[in-house]
């Protein structure tokens, strides 16, 4: 008897529990009243992992593993697979950018590609068996010149053209999960597991570490279009800066409790809209700043993760992902 009595207790409680839940606002979130995002169809299966556009606002490039670089010339309506005459050693492509027609892509093991004509030719940089690190984010800068980042957190700059570099930052940070650089050159790494965060400046000799907020990995972090921190922690759980301050977070939100799939990455279109990624096929969105949340239905039958989201402009937008999946933001739907 007095086990039924338990069982039927611990019945009570989840059922409390769930009534509870059903209730939250943001336990299931609504589906977003505009669908803005177009499936597109590549002829790959590679994980992708970024995009970046030429002079030419139609011409763009997307990188990924498998040696995968798929080129648009109709701003990303239709992509063709270039393949170049490298050895027989598989890359994985990490990062590519442009400024003006030339562009830098760095990849692993340890390989980085220049060209200057949009891309018609590319050439592998030479680079020293000495390097810290393999190269993991690059960043165009103008004729000739460019950063570039290891998956330990050495950074170079070159300015001509990749044949010298010079080393920015003393120190390196260790193997790191991901990294961005904000549009006025400070940088922000996620430790590999997401045990802590390091940002840089230019200026400063050495990387400085932060902890997390509280007990959850970093999943990801990046810059708003005014510099300012966001972070991505386990479990879907986000957060925004107050200011452009290193460790000055709001509260914790999480914008959708019933879904059990990570959250990966975030955009912002605008000051006040945001995006944000995750596996599954999940796309989240606020056009608040974060205060209401709502999910894009639309694209929940796309069989991939979504890694990756990146907004050229407010009109020109991509999300990459698994198996060659693309969305590009297509404005008239908005």
Not at 243 to 270: C, I, Q, V, Y
Not at 284 to 300: A, P, R, Y
């Amino acid at each position: 008897m007095r086990v039924a009595l338990n069982w039927l207790r611990r019945g009570l409680v989840a059922l409390v529990a769930l009534v509870a839940l059903s209730g939250c606002s943001n336990y299931f979130l609504s589906d977003s009243a505009v669908h803005p995002w177009k499936v597109i169809q590549v002829p790959t299966q590679a994980t992708l992992s970024d995009i970046a556009f030429t002079q030419d606002a139609n011409h763009g490039w997307i990188v990924g593993s498998r040696n995968t670089l798929l080129e648009t010339q109709d701003g990303g309506d239709t992509w063709n697979v270039r393949e170049l005459a490298l050895d027989d050693q598989p890359y994985t492509f990490t990062s590519v950018d442009f400024a003006g027609n030339e562009g830098w892509v760095t990849g692993i093991p340890s390989i980085l590609l220049h060209t200057t004509d949009g891309g018609q030719s590319w050439e592998k940089v030479p680079l020293s068996n000495e390097l810290p690190g393999t190269p993991f984010l690059v960043t165009g800068l103008g004729a000739n010149a460019a950063e570039m980042a290891t998956d330990i957190g050495a950074i170079y700059r070159t300015e001509d053209g990749g044949r010298t570099w010079k080393a920015l930052v003393q120190g390196a940070v260790g193997v790191v999960r991901n990294m961005t650089r904000s549009a006025d050159g400070r940088y922000v790494a996620v430790s590999s597991r997401g045990n802590f965060y390091s940002t840089w400046a230019p200026g400063q000799d050495e990387w400085i570490p932060h902890n997390r907020q509280n007990s959850r990995r970093l999943q990801n972090m990046g810059f708003d279009q005014a510099g300012k921190l966001w972070v991505i922690a386990r479990g879907g759980q986000i957060r925004f800066s107050n200011s452009r301050a290193a460790d000055d977070f709001n509260a914790a939100l999480n914008p959708e409790f019933g879904t059990s799939w990570g959250l990966l990455d975030m955009a912002f279109r605008t000051a006040d809209e945001v995006w944000v990624t995750g596996g599954g096929g999940n796309l989240l969105c606020s056009f608040d700043g974060g205060q209401t949340w709502f999910k894009d239905e639309s694209v929940n039958d796309v069989p991939t993760n979504f890694y990756r989201i990146r907004f050229m402009g407010p009109d020109k937008g991509f999300v990459l992902g698994q198996q060659g999946a693309i969305l590009k933001y297509q404005p008239e739907l908005a």
